[in-house]
């Protein structure tokens, strides 16, 4: 398999969804962004268990079918360090390749072999080659469930919802990549969001609804010291 991308939008993408994932070891598939071609983009997920993002590419050409794969969060350290600022368009090749069993126990190790080249350049331009383990198996769907089911119904009213800071944090480095402001709606009846961010990527931050004694005791006290400016009748709410 081989495509052609834009540098900017591959770049974009891989800074916009591997801030969800996580550095441990525990893992594989937390540490891993995935990627896969759905019609005429190439699509990129992580996942860290309480936020999710999710970016495309539109692909300018393509050969041959993609088998998914996946790349380490320090792959995605190292191809966007050396294709920084790059304004060529890249060539993305991907093969497949099975290991032979050391015995008829074993099953055969699937990897997959990608390189990433500029095109257009003098002398050949950047490269890089990596291999990676094969995540066929990751169900990317069950991670996408969220915003697909979040996105088809109309959501209730936000409830008072408690977010942990590290986690909508994250969002910002889509922010950042596609030079975009944050939208944000409800998920559905329990606080969770849709983070959206231009037209490219789009994300779940899980939350929590949970009433808080303390703090609706202290919403109450804010609510009876500060003044309106006009007299309005009281809602209760």
């Known amino acids: 398999m081989k495509i052609t991308i834009e540098s900017s939008q591959l ?5 916009a969804t591997v801030a969800h994932t996580l550095s441990g070891k525990e893992d594989d598939y937390m540490r891993t962004v995935d990627v896969q071609i759905i019609d005429d983009h190439l699509m990129l997920t992580a996942s860290n268990g309480g936020t999710t993002g999710v970016a495309r590419a539109a ?5 041959g079918e993609l088998s998914r794969f996946a790349l380490d969060r320090d792959d995605v350290a ?6 920084a600022g ?6 993305v090749t991907v093969n497949v390749m099975t290991s032979t069993p050391m015995s008829p126990e074993d099953q055969p190790e699937v990897i997959n072999q990608v390189q990433i080249r500029e095109l257009g350049a003098l002398f050949g331009g950047r490269e890089i080659r990596l291999s990676t383990p094969d995540q066929s198996r990751r169900d990317v769907e069950g ?3 969220a ?7 109309r959501a209730p009213a936000l409830p008072r919802t408690s977010l942990e800071p590290k986690d909508f944090a994250l969002f910002r480095a889509a922010a950042s990549a596609y030079k975009e402001p944050l939208s944000v709606e409800p998920a559905d009846g329990f606080g969770s969001l849709i983070v959206q961010c231009g037209r490219d990527f789009i994300g779940f931050c899980n939350a929590d609804a949970r009433d ?3 703090l609706s005791s202290a919403r109450d006290s804010w609510r009876n010291t500060l003044p309106l400016k006009m007299r309005m009748a009281d809602t209760g709410s």
């Open 11 to 15: 770049l974009a993408a891989l800074a």
């Open 59 to 63: 692909l300018m050409d393509t050969t």
């Open 78 to 83: 190292t191809i966007r360090g050396l294709f």
């Open 86 to 91: 790059t304004m060529k368009d890249l060539e």
């Open 143 to 145: 991670v996408w469930h």
């Open 147 to 153: 915003i697909a089911a979040g996105l088809r119904k």
């Open 212 to 214: 808080d004694p303390a």
